[in-house]
């Protein structure tokens, strides 16, 4: 009995031992051979992702989405068939060249692409997938239905879904997914047998954008319309909500359409990537350091050597040869952009004072904005610097800024002090906003007043709009020609509405304009149709009678209620003095069809009120701003 365990446990070992010794031959010393040959078997192996996720604007109308194609694909086999085939798919699809296939494909081992991104009715496919030697797989392929629109801040995808640019890029772990890995293996007969991995249900997620479509859409038909008018080079516009940060619209033109982006030009959002001497609008940001240093107030008084300075060697002058000041109050600097004035209030000030304030606003640091290629400007790191250079600096020469960096400076005047960090993403929880305070309350209210005062007695007076209160700073920058000197201009203007519940910023500039070249001229009149249109679309006129002293700026606004309007089935209902709620609310009771264009409330309507109402009938509405007598 014991000699019988004994030759058991032996053989139990032996066997232990040879299992043992069989792995260690498979897994470790012949390891490299067979992956091999597992490879070799492989005929094609390929990453299928899920439906790439959304990217919505902020009301969630849809600016990037999916649409169905197919990819066209063989394995070398059968020749004579493949060549059968393929003419017979060059019936469904007559744009593809069979001999130049039969040519790529006799020069591939394993698989050759037939055609890629293919758009196919339900018949096409059903047809290709009787043929044998040509495969096909669906695809999910990017769209932009807005085409041009907010191009350059969207990005686009490559032929194989990645993001390549702009938010696609940026977003493209979130909004790409999870794949799915399929391969092809050869089977005894060496036909290739698809193989799925397991699902790990990683779908892809949607993005909220920040960004209004209809803002978007003017803000970039302006700016267009400017840049054409005044044959500029290029343009940028943006629109920030100055107390969350969030991008309302932000543009550059020329633009480029993401549909095609392979073959296209101005894909940069150099709003963001492109710095450039801001001139004029960072003579805000040298007297608000000045006043938040307790260095000078409104008041404080300087002489402005009837228009010519020396500092060192050169002569500093104003802008524009003809203003000879003599003294001028800090806020008449500013209403009236006096460089030599702005310089002396930086000489007061110093220049380890001044980067402090700069450092503040993230001068010469990226925002943090969610873009690839964001720029942090150029600004002196120095602890201090020359006289002449300073002097430069203190009214935007010899230093560059992103226009983004702008618009969160003067967001901060905007709201009471706070530097917010701008986002292209839709803030739902205000918990998650990124402010940080860098100037007092005092100190904004003190220069949103002198803001004010230059647009409506100052440098800045074409971006005036009709009852309501304007703060903003005109530019007219030397343009840097890239060998060390100067050609051209920027012409700019950014600034904000006073009087409204919710205050946001806009900054507008126009580079290098042939016709004209003045900030007040060029860049205010684009200012003032983008904030005009934004107000009337956003309604915010229930305190534009008021100043901020109280004070009423004019008589009476003409109100029409809705409630006092009879509705009646078969009858075209008014519609006129309705805003586009209440007015598609009727028509929606009356099951009506209906168009419309513009914004604000109804000022035509056809058919008129009180005719026959039936199922065929369209009524056309037509929208502008209200009327205030």
């Not at 299928?48 to 989405?65: S, V």
């Not at 990683?202 to 479509?213: C, E, F, G, P, T």
């Not at 700073?473 to 201009?489: H, V």
Request: with cysteine; proline share 3%.
């Amino acid at each position: 009995m014991k000699l019988k365990i004994t030759t058991v446990f032996i053989l139990f070992i032996i066997l232990f031992i040879t299992v043992l010794g069989k792995a260690l031959y498979i897994q470790v010393i012949n390891r490299d051979k067979l992956i091999a040959y597992s490879e070799s078997q492989i005929v094609r192996k390929t990453k299928i992702y899920p439906k790439r996720g959304y990217i919505l604007d902020r009301n969630e109308a849809p600016l990037a989405i999916n649409i169905q194609k197919y990819n066209l694909f063989t394995f070398v086999k059968n020749e004579k068939k493949l060549i059968s085939e393929l003419k017979k798919l060059n019936k469904i699809l007559p744009d593809i060249n069979v001999k130049k296939i039969i040519s790529r494909v006799r020069k591939r081992k394993k698989f050759t692409w037939i055609k890629r991104e293919v758009e196919l009715n339900e018949d096409q496919v059903k047809a290709i997938k009787k043929f044998e030697s040509v495969l096909v797989e669906s695809k999910s392929s990017r769209f932009y239905p807005n085409h041009e629109l907010l191009a350059q801040t969207l990005g686009f995808v490559g032929i194989d879904n990645d993001g390549l640019a702009g938010l696609e890029y940026e977003f493209n772990e979130k909004l790409q997914g999870e794949p799915e890995i399929y391969k092809y293996f050869k089977d005894a007969k060496g036909r290739p047998v698809k193989f799925k991995s397991a699902n790990l249900d990683k779908r892809a997620h949607d993005i909220v954008l920040s960004i209004d479509k209809d803002i978007q859409s003017f803000l970039e038909d302006y700016l267009k319309e400017g840049v054409e008018k005044h044959e500029a080079l290029m343009g940028g516009a943006a629109v920030m909500d100055a107390t969350t940060g969030e991008i309302w619209a932000i543009a550059n033109y020329p633009s480029y359409d993401p549909n095609h982006a392979r073959s296209s030009k101005n894909r940069k959002l150099s709003f963001v990537t492109d710095p450039f001497e801001p001139g004029s609008v960072f003579k805000t940001l040298t007297i608000a350091s000045a006043i938040e240093s307790n260095i000078v107030r409104e008041d404080t008084n300087y002489f402005c050597e009837r228009g010519k300075f020396r500092v060192g060697n050169h002569y500093i002058s104003e802008s524009d040869s003809r203003h000879t000041h003599e003294w001028l109050s800090v806020a008449e600097i500013l209403k009236l952009s006096s460089n030599i004035g702005t310089t002396k209030i930086a000489f007061d000030l110093t220049y380890p004072n001044l980067k402090k304030t700069l450092d503040m606003f993230s001068i010469g640091k990226k925002t943090g904005i969610e873009l690839p290629g964001e720029s942090r400007g150029i600004l002196d790191d120095k602890k201090n610097i020359s006289p002449l250079r300073l002097s430069n600096i203190s009214f935007g020469q010899g230093v560059a800024t992103t226009g983004i960096q702008m618009l969160a400076s003067y967001s901060a005047f905007a709201n009471g002090g706070y530097w917010v960090k701008p986002t292209l993403l839709k803030v739902s929880d205000p918990k998650k906003i990124v402010s940080k305070k860098v100037i007092s309350s005092k100190t904004a209210a003190s220069l949103t007043k002198m803001l004010t005062e230059a647009v409506e007695d100052g440098t800045g007076d074409r971006a005036k709009i009709k009852h309501f209160q304007i703060a903003g700073k005109t530019s007219t920058a030397q343009r840097a020609d890239g060998k060390g000197g100067y050609s051209g201009y920027v012409a700019g203007f950014i600034g904000y509405p006073v009087n409204v519940k919710r205050r946001f910023v806009v900054f507008v500039y126009i580079d290098n304009p042939k016709k004209g070249y003045y900030g007040n001229t060029v860049a205010a009149p684009i200012f003032k149709k983008i904030v005009k249109k934004i107000l009337y679309k956003t309604k915010d006129y229930t305190q534009l009678a008021k100043t901020e002293s109280g004070e009423e700026t004019f008589d009476d606004i003409s109100i029409k209620y809705s409630s006092r309007r009879k509705i009646q089935k078969g009858i075209v209902p008014n519609l006129v003095g309705l805003d586009k709620t209440s007015a598609f609310r009727i028509l929606d009771s009356l099951e009506a069809q209906y168009d419309h264009k513009g914004f604000g409330i109804v000022q035509e309507q056809s058919p008129e009120a009180g005719e026959p109402l039936s199922s065929n009938t369209i009524i056309q509405l037509k929208f502008k701003a209200p009327s205030y007598e």
